[in-house]
């Protein structure tokens, strides 16, 4: 059978993307904005620490969504394209597996904390920085991974269906977009196929219904009616009544009951997270521990392209990314860091802005400084210096924390993190 255009279309949108995002984590090149299209990235950057850019890329995907419906989560959510690729090596879908309850709760959870201001708990549910965390190989990535493969050849894409709180909200926005998956009903024999074809359990096809809400726009179905009953584009009216029901007002007023109590947690959480982020050097942009900590979303892209590799992933100890200087130190002509970061926890330095920022602090070698003639020739910004008569020099106020002089000391140097950045 002929691919339907649409699907065609779509699925080679998905295919660049995929392979735009495997190229940036695996260090080959980093497409601009292709991770700042991300939902959780771009809602955190416009609504906690406001950028322009997030926003207008934040109302590129919702006016996207209302005109095609949840089309982002086949062709730029990274996490729905990998569950895709799983989905080819499974022969039968597994049918209906919608719980609106569920799905609410988390969604309400994870942008209730989120607008409290901490990501903390998104990290938990986002798909991107699932992606990001297993692709990075840490362990909670790893973790997930295998269990999502298992759900994938159980359950289909149970995890969009029923879990992502992002593929909750644009869900609502596609309930009511332009263009929907709908069966028309005279030429409609019920014969299963689009039913059976449909990873995510939304489409009924006695009754001829789909739930728009929770259809990812995979455009499977398309593919394989003989019959041409299954369209994707304006729905005839009757198939957009709206019959409120009591279970619906009391679903919405729990969920936006529980999204109120998210957000007072989540002040809570911003307080208690950043105070377990103690004596930790920061990556350059991160500004403060209480800032960093609660707007990092562990995705690892930093990690993975540090040209120095010194960036740390979170672990049990520190609940966000750190600097590691036990093999490196930062580079002084980098800033890597801040340009790849989607979710603005690392602020969009300019390289002269991060020669400026001092992102720790050095002690001052006072005895055999004789001995680090080294460090003074690695020193960047001049703040190791020898006078003429081999006492040392050493300026604070250029420091920047590089622990440059520290490397090639062989570690002798003592660094110390500051719980604020400060541009010089």
Known sequence: MKKNIFYRIRAGIAVCAGILFLSAFLGLFYPVKIFDLQLGAALQRTFI?????????????????FLFGRIYCSTICPLGILQEFL?????KNSGKQNNMVFKYAIAAIAFGTLTGATAYILRFADPYAYFGSFFSLSAVGIIFAAALICVVFLKDRFFCANICPVGTVLGLISKFSLKQIYLQK?????CGMCENACPVGCIDSKKKTVINETCVKCLKCLNVCNKNAV????????????????????????TLALFAAAVKAGAIIKKEISEKF??????????NEERFTNKCLNCNLCVKLCPEKIIKKADAKFSAVSLDYSKGFCKYACNKC???????????????EKQKTRIAMISAPVENFKEYGECVKACPTGALAQTADGNPAFSASKCIGCAACRFVSGGNIKIYATKRQKLL
Do not use: Q, W
């Open 49 to 65: 620490d406001f950028s322009l850019t997030a926003l207008i890329l934040l109302l590129f995907i919702l006016i996207l969504t």
């Open 87 to 91: 989905c080819l090596f499974k022969k």
């Open 186 to 190: 005279n030429n409609c024999v019920s």
């Open 231 to 254: 369209k994707y584009g304006a729905p005839p009216k009757e198939e957009i009544k709206f019959i409120p029901e009591k279970r619906h007002f009391v679903l919405t007023a729990a």
């Open 278 to 287: 103690s004596d930790v050097i920061m990556p350059p942009g991160a500004l």
């Open 338 to 352: 801040n340009e790849v970061c989607p979710t603005g926890a690392l602020t969009k330095l300019s390289l002269e």
